[in-house]
């Protein structure tokens, strides 16, 4: 099932990134944020100047054209205007005003849906630009004629020469702003013909561009870096740029379509890390957003994604009667939208195997999408459906063509998520035929492709990206905070100034009634000053408690998940020895089990205790100690003398020390004692003076060989401790006397406890 979700996100994620482009395709029109058509219509009133009559009728047009909505009678005004400065400007030979009002017809042209006629006229504005030197609206001339070509595969090469040429003549005008927009959509494009790196390259100039130009309303670029790193299976970077363009958004004051497909994103990123809280916050906000704005495609677009969260939750019909429903209440025409809908009613019936109303739905997205999905760029995700559709029918001889066709697409563009859920579903395919070693082939190409993805430290990354996210935020906060107390104490300040002012004219008239009125006031004002400066200290005081508490609660709430992840790590090696034979292997399995109980055992103790950053190594010692005898308890007669101080480490040392204790002592119970033989071991952790730290371990075995030497030994443990004391930046040391004693010092790290101090 999370094959075929997955495979519904994807489709809606390039819907709102093609609404995105579209929404930002006229960007550089700002006018109408500070002039109206009353104004402008009071100037063209008021000027007896030709060149600025003409201008200013331009601009009209241009209001009337970018006006909300599509309506008829705001694109006959614009129309009207327009004409109207095109004729006053024939006369006056303004060639700049002629070359800007012929592009402005191709405009309005294309509003109209009159594809051709806009095309012609287009081509008349390119070339009567290009013949009067006008660099920068011959630039603007090609721009408009990329957008007459729609997102269909086939225009993309057609598109990029065009937005070529638009960006070589906005550089020779110096037309940063333009620049960056070109730049944009270029990335866009590249995106949706799955050249994410490419698309990246693109954008990211654009960002430098825009930011040389101090253009600070960035966060659609932003927001479709991470749609292309979704794209990517790059979570991580996916997560960053989202919650920069919300971060950017707000600061903006942007409260348009645009902030949906922002939210709407970064749901995304969560629905793929399957954090379904955070993934349904964002998807409501971008929905509350999208209906204030009264747009029904994004309302639409939204609540499509909903719909596949309901899917992953197996409310199946809730989903599909939820698409319905939208349909009615929010009405477009768009029949490339209608076909995603019907992907998902699609997707959701095969998922039920109610494969009667899957096939009507299949024929459907066949005929217009094609047998592959080779039409209006949706390849990868409709072949994700058809694959698993085929799977499900067992219609093999379709399979595996298309299963071939998906990895070659999704290696090209490098996203491991999706090339390691198309080698489950073809190792399942597999095993259903009786192919197993072909089977085991593709399941191990999905498990190394999914591991890339969620690998520990990219966790650890989108876990940190989130929280630094959510402590700029409370930072704002503080901020605002302070700034309303400043606020309050010069108010007070100057009602303070007034007063003595006042009582300064009553001395004037009584000088002693007027002396003892004032002490009385001083007095009572001094109080209430106090009072009020009490409590505002009391509330600061407050909000930094809470303040403090919630970061407490974040890192207790990281060492939990950490812990949880390890001990699911544990459970996996456990499962996975249980299909295993070769002794070594097994052994490799065990060996790793317990190192990963080490690192959990550091994990648990700090979310269990009120120090969130320093370990007990007295507790974690024994602890330790008793898990491995317990592993051991039914093979070996050994018994352990445990002298440990009390003293506390932090995580950068617990977590070496900890895995040193572990392979030492997991080295002696496997190899110090032969043929079940009695035997002692001995562990001591102690403060030798001047933060100098020192664990011995020793037993009364074997001892090593004679002709042991530490730095020829391939030995994966004795290296392991080695390079453990090293990190401690300690000495590690070993004695072969009736035994072997290993001996690690090292010197406490105390920049922690002094942080501790502080606070």
């Known amino acids: 099932m999370n094959f075929i979700s997955q495979s519904i996100r994807i489709d809606f994620q390039k819907s709102i990134c093609f609404s995105l482009f579209l929404l930002l395709s006229g960007i550089s029109v700002k006018a109408q944020k500070d002039e109206n058509s009353g104004s402008l219509r009071k100037q063209v009133a008021a ?15 241009e209001y009337y054209l970018n006006k909300p909505g599509e309506l008829k009678k705001d694109l006959d005004s614009a129309d009207y205007f327009n004409q109207q400065a095109q004729q006053i400007s024939v006369k006056t030979q303004n060639k700049l005003i002629i070359g800007k009002s012929l592009l402005l017809d191709a405009k309005i042209e294309r509003e109209r849906k009159n594809k051709t006629a806009a095309f012609t006229k287009i081509k008349k504005a390119i070339s009567y630009s290009e013949r009067n030197k006008l660099i920068q609206q011959a630039g603007e001339g090609y721009e408009e004629l990329s957008f007459t070509y729609d997102n269909d595969p086939e225009n993309f090469e057609v598109r990029i020469k065009l937005k070529e040429k638009a960006l070589q003549l906005y550089k020779s005008s110096g037309a940063k702003l333009k620049q960056a927009s070109v730049l944009k959509d270029l990335g866009e494009i590249y995106m949706n013909r799955d050249d994410a790196d490419k698309s990246i390259e693109l954008l990211k100039q654009a960002l430098s561009v825009y930011k040389a130009a101090k253009y600070k309303e960035v966060q659609g670029v932003y927001s479709i870096l991470a749609n292309v790193y979704i794209d990517k299976a790059d979570y991580n970077e996916a997560l960053k740029y989202g919650l920069l363009a919300e971060k950017t958004a707000l600061n903006v004051n942007d409260t348009s379509v645009q902030l949906s497909s922002i939210y709407s994103g ?152 999706l090339r390691s859920e198309n080698y489950f579903v073809w190792f399942k395919a597999d095993s259903v035929q009786g192919k197993y070693l072909d089977a085991i082939n593709h399941y ?87 009072e009020i400066k009490r409590q505002q200290i009391d509330e600061q005081n407050e909000q930094l408690k809470k303040l403090l508490a919630e970061k407490e609660w ?57 120090n969130v950053s320093m370990i007990d190594m007295s507790w974690y010692i024994y602890e330790l100690i008793i898990y491995i005898k317990d592993c ?24 070496p020390m900890g895995l040193i204790v572990n392979e030492a002592i997991n080295n002696t119970v496997k190899y110090a004692f032969p043929k079940n033989t009695k035997g002692e071991v001995n562990v001591s952790f102690k403060n030798t003076g001047q933060d100098l730290y020192q664990l011995i371990i020793s037993d009364n075995g074997i001892g090593l060989p004679k002709d ?22 300690g000495t590690f040391s070993l004695e072969n006397k009736n035994g072997l004693m290993i001996m690690v010092t090292f010197r406490k790290k105390t920049e922690i406890e002094t942080s501790n101090r502080e606070v």
């Open 444 to 530: 191990q190409l999905y498990k190394k492709f999914s591991d890339s993805v969620f690998n520990g430290e990219k966790s650890k990354q989108i876990n940190s990206l989130q929280i630094q996210f959510d402590t700029e935020k409370k930072d704002k906060d503080i901020q605002l905070l302070t700034q309303k107390g400043k606020l309050q104490e010069t108010r007070i300040a100057n009602d303070m100034i007034m007063r003595y002012v006042f009582i300064g004219s009553l001395l004037v008239l009584v000088l002693f009634a007027a002396l003892l009125y004032n002490r009385s006031r001083l007095k009572t004002n001094a109080n209430k000053n106090l």
């Open 632 to 655: 051991y308890a039914s093979e070996k007669n050994i018994s352990f003398n445990v002298e440990t101080e009390k003293i506390f480490l932090d995580v950068a040392q617990a977590v």
């Open 554 to 610: 974040l890192l207790k709430e990281i060492h939990h998940r950490v812990k949880n992840n390890l001990q699911i790590v544990i459970s996996l090696l456990n499962t996975q020895s249980a299909y295993l034979e070769n002794q070594d292997a097994l052994m490799a399995i065990q060996n790793s089990q317990h190192r990963m109980h080490a690192m959990s055992l550091i994990h648990q103790k700090l979310y269990q205790s009120d």
């Open 708 to 729: 042991f030497d530490i730095d020829e030994t391939e030995s994966l443990g004795m290296n392991l401790m080695r390079g453990l004391a090293d990190q401690l930046d």
């Open 47 to 61: 000027s007896d100047n030709n060149n600025e009559r003409s201008e200013l009728l331009f601009k009209l047009g």
């Open 266 to 417: 970064i749901g995304m990123v969560y629905y793929y890390l399957r954090e379904n809280d955070k993934t349904m916050r964002y998807w409501e906000k971008a929905l509350d957003i999208a209906k204030k704005n009264k747009d029904n495609g994004y309302v639409r677009t939204v609540a499509n994604n909903m719909s596949t969260m309901l899917i992953r939750q197996r409310k199946f019909q809730q989903a599909i009667d939820m698409i319905k429903e939208y349909k009615v209440r929010y009405p477009i025409d768009d029949k490339e939208f209608e076909k995603r809908e019907d992907y998902i009613i699609f997707s959701t019936y095969t998922i039920l195997k109610q494969f009667k109303n899957a096939e009507v739905y299949y024929k459907k997205l066949v005929s217009y999408y094609g047998e592959n999905a080779e039409k209006n760029n949706e390849r990868i995700s409709m072949l994700r459906s058809f694959i698993f559709y085929h799977y499900q029918t067992k219609n093999f001889n379709a399979f595996y063509p298309k299963t071939r066709l998906f990895d070659s697409l999704t290696k090209k563009n490098g996203n491991d998520m």
